[in-house]
Nanobody, 123 residues
Framework: QVQLVESGGGLVQPGGSLRLSCATSGLILEYYDVGWFRQAPGKEREAVSCMSSRDDSAYYETSVKGRFTISRDNAKNMVYLQMDNLKPEDTAVYYC????????????????WGKGTLVNVSA
């Protein structure tokens, strides 16, 4: 049974940083593409960042480029999202997701999802 469990969300002031973690189990992470998605209140879910299993190449949504960094530790079955210089518009529930197929993650339909962690950027 595959499980993804996010942690690390919380309340942070604008300009602050948070590091989200995603603990995976039931899969061999090195064979899976991974991604972070977010959904703000009243908005559709959007992809924030994705990382390929083949070469660790990463994609970032335009608004987070230069501020967010995705990483993975296959030996520990962990995925991370370092978020710096946070802005109020980053407020959302953040979800970790994974799939064996690169395209599924890229188009936002990966098979496995976590339940999410709330990030609230507010003064």
């Amino acid at each position: 049974q595959v499980q993804l469990v996010e942690s690390g969300g919380g309340l942070v002031q604008p300009g602050g940083s948070l590091r989200l973690s995603c603990a995976t189990s039931g899969l061999i992470l090195e064979y899976y593409d991974v991604g972070w998605f977010r959904q703000a209140p009243g908005k559709e879910r959007e992809a924030v960042s994705c990382m390929s299993s083949r070469d660790d190449s990463a994609y970032y949504e335009t608004s987070v480029k230069g501020r967010f960094t995705i990483s993975r530790d296959n030996a520990k079955n962990m995925v991370y999202l370092q978020m710096d210089n946070l802005k109020p518009e980053d407020t959302a529930v953040y979800y970790c997701a994974s799939d064996r197929h690169h395209r599924a993650v890229v188009v936002g339909t990966p098979l496995y999802w976590g339940k999410g962690t709330l990030v609230n950027v507010s003064a």
